[in-house]
Nanobody, 124 residues
Framework: VQLQACGGGLVQAGGSLRLSCVTSGRTFNSYTMGWFRQAPGKEREFVAGISKSGVTTTYADSAKGRFTISRDNAKNTVYLQMTSLKPEDTAVYYC??????????????????WGQGTQVTVSS
């Protein structure tokens, strides 16, 4: 599966952004989808995940209450709506696809398939 993320940019603290990730292929709904991020000098970390059906979502503590993950299986797309952005949210954001549960992706901090990242920069 191929993934392509977009929607990053420069935003002031307190602002919002919506990231999108479009996947190729006909099996999008067979994958758990996740968003991850990597800040300079730091390891990649899990941000949010969503089950294959879209019913179940999982968030890192840093994302709870501010970020919302969703998916449109008809469009092979997963979204990450980010609000109340903070400078510490600055990172390259990646989408990932995996056959395992979102809780597993959260625990492992990885996924089987990756797209290219999109830069999110939050200014103070």
């Amino acid at each position: 599966v191929q993934l392509q993320a977009c929607g990053g940019g420069l935003v002031q603290a307190g602002g919002s952004l919506r990231l999108s990730c479009v996947t190729s292929g006909r099996t999008f709904n067979s994958y758990t989808m996740g968003w991850f991020r990597q800040a300079p000098g730091k390891e990649r970390e899990f941000v949010a995940g969503i089950s294959k059906s879209g019913v179940t979502t999982t968030y890192a503590d840093s994302a709870k209450g501010r970020f919302t993950i969703s998916r449109d299986n008809a469009k092979n797309t997963v979204y990450l709506q980010m609000t109340s952005l903070k400078p510490e949210d600055t990172a390259v954001y990646y989408c990932g696809a995996d056959g395992r549960l979102a809780l597993t992706l959260a625990r492992l901090g990885t996924a089987d398939y990756w797209g290219q990242g999109t830069q999110v920069t939050v200014s103070s």
